[in-house]
């Protein structure tokens, strides 16, 4: 992939990251939608989030995916195809549930069933990230970042907006086969990536392990506990400083965000509508936001942009506040949320473009999971308690708090620069940071 062009690169990975969001945007902002819809509690509405935990459990089977491959298809695509088949598949299961024992309560099926989407995805984005890393070059990350993101935004709203809105015109089981076959259709790109050799090369520590007699079905080197590579990345020079903002900074956005469709459900607007202005208003804005973002962070460099970017999210929090407790035109809901969606592509171009100088090359796929692993991990605990401090506080305060403590997180950005990682650094080197 190293030597195709760059549209193809962006292209491939917008299509990946959308075939990551679509489950994740059903899973995060329909789901709460039709639950409070049907008188859920809040503090349960948060709680579901708990099912997510595959994103922040995967680096326990990263170095897996890293080093275990089918020669013959290449060291991402023997992961991402299949995973994308899979993913059609569950897709389809969820077409066969019956609403009607949803409407009663029945969720276990449901849930059984984002608990292996999860799974599917997360895995399937340790593959993505290792071939996002290792194909784009430093001077290439910002831009390609915010192609990520616009892609990965761009799946959550189909997910969780375009699926409200087919359910409600086509009904649940006609609603999930549109989906499945949108899934099929943005696989097509991946049948045409073929890998450049370089990527499929062991890390030294490992080389000496892949025997020449070694039948052609899947890769033979050693993989290293997921522990161990866990401990080696995280005791890397000065790292722990650049991991404790990498994982505080979502955390006050997610806090926050994860009561914005229940307080849509709870201000009267009907599913259409709350689909609508997440699929069609929200698509466009986090489009646009993580595009911006990624060519900001080139202009502005990459610093600059985390702060800049960072401010923005805290400050798009409190549009829900001021929407809290009020009678608001449908016109004042639509400018919050795309706000919202804009500003939180923004921050998620520049979050992950760092992410991506700290890692190894040898190790992408695996290092980028780490850190992706450990910032799910707080930010779905802040996801998971949302509910509690809506409940508690009542929505207003809940977006204020959000705020706060989004704005705060960005007070320790001078203790990560003050001795940033070397890996950075050096990636820093090669553009202006």
């Not at 086969?177 to 099929?184: E, G, I, S």
């Not at 080389?207 to 993989?223: F, G, K, M």
Request: charged fraction near 10%; proline fraction near 4%; aromatic fraction near 12%.
């Amino acid at each position: 992939m190293q030597d195709r062009g760059v549209v193809y690169k962006l292209s491939l990975l917008f299509c990946l990251y959308f075939s990551q969001g679509l489950p994740f945007g059903f899973f995060s902002h329909a789901i709460p939608t039709l639950l409070r819809s049907n008188g859920v509690d809040l503090e349960i509405i948060g709680l579901v989030s708990f099912l997510a935990f595959p994103w922040g459990m995967k680096f326990l089977w990263a170095p897996w995916v890293d080093r275990w491959h089918i020669p013959a298809l290449g060291q991402r695509k023997s992961w991402i195809l299949p995973l994308q088949l899979v993913a059609i598949g569950l897709l389809l299961g969820f077409s066969l549930i019956d609403t009607e024992q949803l409407a009663s309560g029945q969720w276990f099926w449901l849930f059984v069933l984002l608990g292996l989407m999860n799974l599917v995805a997360a895995t399937q984005d340790i593959a993505t990230d290792g071939l996002a890393v290792q194909a784009l070059p430093p001077a290439q990350r910002g831009l390609a970042n915010g192609m990520q993101v616009g892609g990965y935004r761009v799946g959550m709203v189909f997910g969780g907006g375009l699926v409200l809105v087919l359910i409600a015109q086509v009904g649940w089981h006609y609603g999930f086969v549109a989906l499945a076959v949108l899934l099929a259709l943005v696989t097509v790109p991946v049948l045409f990536l073929r890998e450049s050799p370089a990527l499929a090369v062991p890390s030294r520590a490992e080389s000496s392990v892949v025997r020449p007699d070694a039948p052609v079905t899947a890769s033979r080197v050693r993989t290293q506990s997921a522990w161990r590579v866990l401990w080696h990345f995280i005791r890397q020079h000065h790292m722990w400083r650049w991991l404790l903002v990498m994982m505080l900074y979502k955390v006050g956005d997610s806090f926050g965000s994860a009561m914005g469709k229940p307080l849509l459900v709870d201000l009267g607007l009907p599913l259409d509508v709350i689909g609508w202005i997440g699929g069609g208003v929200g698509m466009g804005a986090g489009i646009c936001g993580a595009i911006a973002g990624g060519i900001w962070v080139q202009r502005l460099g990459r610093v600059k942009a985390f702060v800049i970017f960072g401010v923005l999210q805290s400050v798009s929090l409190l549009g829900y506040a001021w929407l809290a407790g009020r009678e608001v035109s449908l016109e004042a809901v639509v400018a919050v949320n795309a706000l919202e969606h804009f500003a939180g592509g923004m921050a998620t171009a520049a979050l992950f473009t760092l992410m991506m100088d700290a890692c190894r090359h040898d190790e992408a796929g695996t290092d980028y999971t780490v850190q992706a692993s450990l910032q799910v991990s707080i930010v779905g605990l802040a996801h998971g308690f949302s509910g509690f401090s809506a409940a508690a506080f009542g929505y207003g305060w809940h977006f204020v708090i959000s705020a706060m403590v989004s704005a705060l997180v960005l007070l320790l950005v001078p203790l990560w620069l003050r001795q940033a990682p070397d890996i950075q650094r050096s990636a820093w080197q090669h553009c202006k940071a």
